[in-house]
């Protein structure tokens, strides 16, 4: 296929995706009740629709015929699927759908122009995604203020999760091991080697994930400062979008989102809290602090089934360290109790008994093999 064929097919693809979501906008703000969110999908759709025009006009400078258009399959589904269940079911795939287009579009010198537009359809999306009733739920509304921090949750819910993870699999590979019938120092050799390696993993995972959260989080202010300086209409009608979707009237929304980008101080501060969801000011925190956390959280869950082997050896090791581990394992399932609403004796019998039941395969598959290797 020469160059000329090439780009007619990927204009038509174009077109009829772009003609795709214009239809889907159209179709939610034909459901939505609230008139702020109906005319932001309106507007979204006419811009879609724009997009769709200049697609036609190239298809035709290049010889080519315009289609008709019938919605495809997926957009038939999404329509049914808003209708039947509500808008934001849908919502999530259509700023999927927003962000690949953005991706396609960028390989494209002849396209990169929609590239920001695309962009900012589906962070408007997202924004969108998080109302309810015309206004966002208190939860996110109260995030966005800066009342109401998760954090906190999320790095007990971590701690509970990561000294878990250390006692169940230090625990199994002990009782492996000692099925296997190893003397008490290989197994506590054992034991201390597979603290420190899953210690080590989960902290130089920790650390990876920060800090390319961290990385990409100063590409994206990176890439919002450059479209401030660049395009800055694209941005208030951005913002302007965002506050409309939190309840604000159009014209307010607009006022709002014109006082903010006529500080250059403040600019990108607020685009980068409002559009990204990024707090400039730590960029998700320490990548070397939560490695460390991570580390020490295993390790504290890891050391329970080896203490016994320190001071015992035998059976009464083996034992003790099956009663402390299930000890360690209760306490776990029970703090799980903290984000679940379940009964702490049901939440830690069940850790105990999964846990435990773990840890009778593991010495059934050490005892046999130990057996058929000294045989």
Do not use: C
């Not at 703090?335 to 010495?363: D, K």
């Amino acid at each position: 296929m020469d160059g000329r064929a090439e780009d007619l097919r990927r204009y038509l693809e174009n077109l009829s995706d772009e003609r795709n979501s214009a239809t889907l906008y159209l179709a939610l703000a034909e459901s939505e009740k609230n008139p702020k969110i109906e005319d932001i999908y309106r507007r979204l759709a006419a811009a879609e629709q724009g997009h769709a025009d200049a697609w036609a006009e190239r298809i035709r400078a290049a010889g080519g015929t315009v289609p008709v258009f019938r919605p495809s399959w997926q957009t038939r589904t999404l329509i049914w699927i808003a209708r039947r269940f509500g808008i934001p079911s849908v919502l999530p795939t259509l700023s999927s759908i927003e962000s690949s287009a953005s991706k396609s579009y960028g390989r494209y010198a002849d396209s990169r122009e929609m590239v920001a537009s695309e962009n900012s359809h589906a962070r408007v999306l997202r924004h969108v995604g998080q109302t309810s009733g015309g206004g966002l739920e208190g939860g996110v509304l109260a995030r966005f203020e800066g009342r109401h921090r998760s954090a906190g949750g999320n790095a007990l819910r971590a701690a509970v999760l990561g000294a878990s993870d250390g006692l169940i699999s230090n625990f199994n590979l002990v009782m492996g091991v000692a099925g296997a019938q190893l003397s008490s120092s290989s197994i506590l050799l054992t034991g201390v080697a597979g603290l420190l390696a899953g210690s080590i993993s989960m902290a130089l995972g920790e650390w990876i994930s920060v800090q390319s959260s961290r990385e990409l989080s100063e590409k994206q202010l990176r890439t919002e400062k450059e479209e401030i300086a660049t395009m800055p209409e694209e941005e208030v009608e951005e913002l302007s979008l965002i506050y409309q979707a939190r309840g604000l009237d159009r014209e307010e929304a607009y006022l709002l989102a014109s006082r903010i980008m006529s500080n250059p101080d403040t600019a990108l501060d607020t685009l980068a809290r409002e559009e990204l969801g990024i707090n400039p000011e730590d960029l998700g925190g320490s990548a070397w602090e939560a490695a460390l956390t991570s580390f020490l959280l295993f390790a504290v869950g890891a050391i329970l089934p080896v203490i016994p082997f320190i001071f015992l050896d035998g059976l009464r090791a083996i034992a003790a360290s099956a009663v402390l581990s299930g000890i360690g394992l209760f306490i776990t399932g029970a703090a799980i109790t903290l984000f679940t609403g379940r009964s702490v004796w049901y939440s830690g019998m069940r850790q105990v008994l999964f846990g435990l039941a773990a840890a009778v395969v593991t010495f059934t598959i050490g005892h046999l093999l130990g057996v058929s290797i000294a045989g």
